[in-house]
Structures are given as C-alpha cells and as structure tokens.
C-alpha cells in the first residue's frame, strides 16, 4: 500500500449530504465497511440527512505550467470525513474516517478541529463520541476525557469521550 503524501492544500467543508453522498458513502464504505467489517445496515442508519457532514479534500498543487495558465482548476481528491448531530446543546461527533494512503498526515485531527468549531458556532455546550479504543490518545489530545467503560459497538471496542465546551 502506497502512502500519498501531503503536498496539496487540504480544505474541510461542512457539505450538504444531497449534493456529496456518494463521495462521503465511498470514504465510510472504504473505511468502515470494507476495513473495519461494520455491517451496511449499521453504518446506514438513516441519520444521515439531518446531519452536518464535514469533508476533507487535497487539491494537488499547481505546477510550474499551471500557474501561467492560472484559470485551470487544480483536481482534488475526497480524502475524509466526519458527521455531527446536534440535538439542543448536545453534539455527537461520529463516521469519523480517513482513507488509509492519507493516515498519520494530521488530517484525521484537522478534521476534528473543525467538528469542534462547528459544534462552538451551533453553540453546543458538550461533544460525544464513541471512540475505538486504539484511538483514545488521539481524542485526548484535542481535550476528551473518557467518560464510559469499554463497551462494543459493530463488533469494535469503544469508550464513550466527551468534552465540554
């Protein structure tokens, strides 16, 4: 497995699920289906049009030729994604996924960065989500604190994290 690395500019939207759901299904079929062996009824489980849906995409720089013809659109790649719902003052942060060529590039924190900056602008007093446990340093580090015992969901072990914001 080749591992791309990070030499374009990496944008993070918050996307409308009409328009981007055959990009973000790829990226969570990949990850989480394909990889991880959740089941298709559990990863569909019809939240999916109420909710915030974040993407990340690499835009390939331009090169030497490109910058003198300017109005030539760089391609970009669908690389990640998140989904947020929110209900009242409470968000939960899931369907977190990165495509695994561009794991360990920082992407995977970029993106919950910016969950965390929409759940301040849609005035969210406290994140949930339900981390794997291999990945519990990773939340840690951008302020979750454990707040479950191990538990499983889709066959994966998982602690409920939370953080208050």
């Given at each position: 497995?080749?591992?791309?690395?990070?030499?374009?500019?990496?944008?993070?939207?918050?996307?409308?699920w009409?328009q981007?759901?055959?990009?973000l299904?790829?990226?969570r079929?990949?990850?989480?289906?394909?990889?991880?062996?959740?089941?298709e009824?559990?990863e569909?489980?019809g939240?999916?049009?109420?909710?915030?849906?974040?993407?990340?995409?690499?835009?390939?720089?331009?090169?030497?030729?490109?910058?003198q013809?300017?109005h030539?659109?760089?391609?970009?790649?669908a690389?990640?994604?998140?989904r947020?719902?929110?209900?009242?003052?409470?968000?939960?942060?899931?369907?977190?996924?990165?495509l695994?060529?561009?794991?360990?590039?920082?992407?995977?924190?970029?993106?919950?960065?910016?969950?965390?900056?929409?759940?301040?602008q849609?005035?969210?007093?406290?994140?949930?989500?339900?981390?794997?446990?291999?990945?519990?340093?990773?939340?840690?580090?951008?302020g979750?604190?454990?707040?479950s015992d191990?538990?499983i969901?889709?066959?994966i072990?998982?602690?409920?994290?939370?953080?208050?914001?």
């Open positions: 497995m080749s591992t791309q690395t990070l030499s374009g500019s990496l944008e993070i939207s918050v996307v409308d009409a981007t759901s055959q990009t299904r790829q990226i079929t990949r990850v989480f289906i394909e990889e991880q062996h959740v089941p009824e559990l569909w489980d939240l999916d049009k109420t909710a915030l849906h974040l993407l990340a995409q690499i835009q390939a720089p331009k090169t030497t030729e490109e910058h013809a300017s030539i659109a760089c391609p970009t790649e690389v990640g994604t998140a947020i719902i929110i209900t009242n003052d409470i968000a939960h942060i899931g369907r977190m996924a990165v695994p060529n561009w794991r360990g590039k920082g992407i995977g924190f970029k993106i919950l960065q910016k969950a965390i900056l929409e759940c301040q849609h005035s969210v007093k406290k994140i949930i989500l339900n981390a794997q446990t291999y990945v519990l340093n990773f939340y840690q580090k951008a979750f604190k454990i707040s191990e538990f969901d889709a066959g072990l998982h602690k409920e994290m939370t953080l208050l914001l």
